[in-house]
């Protein structure tokens, strides 16, 4: 890649400087949380006006490679956590999977009764059931990563409380242990959301930020739905990957 700015390129001159800045932190020559350059000693390392550095730079931090502290500077981001699309797995599995301790702020636990969608999603037909709902803030080492929302199609005449939630941390082992519920498979869509102030507040990043929402359907060893989640994560620490395949004619 280029580590030179070319005036004559069709590409804005705040890309191409975002993207020999970018590679820079992707091959590791910036290390994670380091402070960057500022824009005194950009300025004359790629012959560029101060206002093409600072576009660059909150371009890359609306990308989520960059943050910016008050009264400090410009830092580089933690390396965005990558979740495979066609992985079936837990919010701690993959917190330690990245050698990252997961945790939990418990904001609701408690039987409710069930909206048209999620009764649709968990094939309830019944008017009068409920479904367990499990509302908190997923940590990584601390830090706010991501909003979940569970709905739990529990069996007949079983239960849940809340301490065996803040005991357990993981849903699907809890399921698993107590009701002999083996998550198997699920159906999974993705998209990208704005934070809602409230969002914001308790993921601790600005209003407006972009999120990943995924909602997913999970499925038991008997091919019955007993889990329909809601999951808002941070768009600065989270990407998904998946391998495509070419299906080639005959």
Same mark, same amino acid.
């Given at each position: 890649?280029?580590?030179?700015?070319?005036?004559?390129?069709?590409?804005?001159?705040?890309?191409?400087?975002?993207?020999?800045?970018?590679?820079?932190?992707?091959?590791?020559?910036?290390?994670?949380?380091?402070?960057?350059?500022?824009?005194?000693?950009?300025?004359?390392?790629?012959?560029?006006? =101060?206002?093409?550095?600072?576009?660059? /730079?909150?371009?890359? %931090?609306?990308?989520? #490679? &960059?943050?910016?502290?008050? !009264?400090?500077?410009?830092?580089?981001?933690?390396?965005?956590?990558?979740?495979?699309?066609?992985?079936?797995?837990?919010?701690?599995?993959?917190?330690?999977?990245?050698?990252?301790?997961?945790?939990?702020?418990?904001?609701?636990?408690?039987?409710?009764?069930?909206?048209?969608?999620?009764?649709?999603?968990?094939?309830?037909?019944?008017?009068?059931?409920?479904?367990?709902?499990?509302? =908190?803030?997923?940590?990584?080492?601390? /830090?706010?990563?991501? %909003?979940?929302?569970? #709905? &739990?199609?529990?069996?007949? !005449?079983?239960?849940?409380?809340?301490?065996?939630?803040?005991?357990?941390?993981?849903?699907?082992?809890?399921?698993?242990?107590?009701?002999?519920?083996?998550?198997?498979?699920?159906?999974?869509?993705?998209?990208?959301?704005?934070?809602?102030?409230?969002?914001?507040?308790?993921?601790?990043?600005?209003?407006?930020?972009?999120?990943?929402?995924?909602?997913?359907?999970?499925?038991?060893?008997?091919?019955?739905?007993?889990?329909?989640?809601?999951?808002?994560?941070?768009?600065?620490?989270?990407?998904?990957?998946?391998?495509?395949?070419?299906?080639?004619?005959?």
């Amino acid at each position: 890649m280029s580590s030179t700015i070319n005036p004559f390129n069709a590409v804005p001159k705040y890309h191409q400087l975002a993207a020999i800045l970018r590679h820079k932190i992707d091959d590791g020559e910036w290390k994670t949380h380091s402070p960057i350059p500022s824009e005194r000693q950009l300025e004359p390392l790629y012959n560029v006006s =101060r206002a093409t550095i600072r576009q660059a /730079i909150e371009l890359l %931090i609306r990308q989520g #490679y &960059l943050y910016r502290e008050h !009264g400090r500077g410009t830092f580089v981001s933690p390396q965005k956590l990558q979740k495979g699309i066609q992985e079936l797995t837990s919010f701690s599995e993959d917190m330690r999977s990245r050698g990252m301790e997961p945790g939990q702020i418990l904001l609701e636990a408690g039987l409710v009764q069930p909206s048209d969608k999620i009764s649709q999603r968990l094939e309830i037909t019944s008017d009068t059931q409920k479904v367990f709902k499990i509302d =908190r803030v997923r940590l990584g080492d601390g /830090i706010p990563m991501g %909003i979940q929302t569970s #709905y &739990l199609l529990l069996p007949v !005449g079983q239960s849940l409380n809340r301490e065996e939630v803040e005991t357990y941390g993981s849903i699907y082992t809890l399921v698993t242990e107590k009701f002999h519920l083996i998550p198997t498979e699920a159906d999974e869509t993705l998209e990208v959301v704005l934070a809602s102030q409230q969002e914001a507040d308790l993921l601790g990043i600005p209003e407006g930020s972009p999120l990943l929402l995924t909602e997913r359907t999970t499925y038991s060893q008997n091919r019955r739905p007993f889990e329909f989640v809601k999951i808002l994560y941070r768009g600065d620490r989270y990407k998904y990957f998946a391998r495509l395949t070419r299906l080639i004619s005959q």
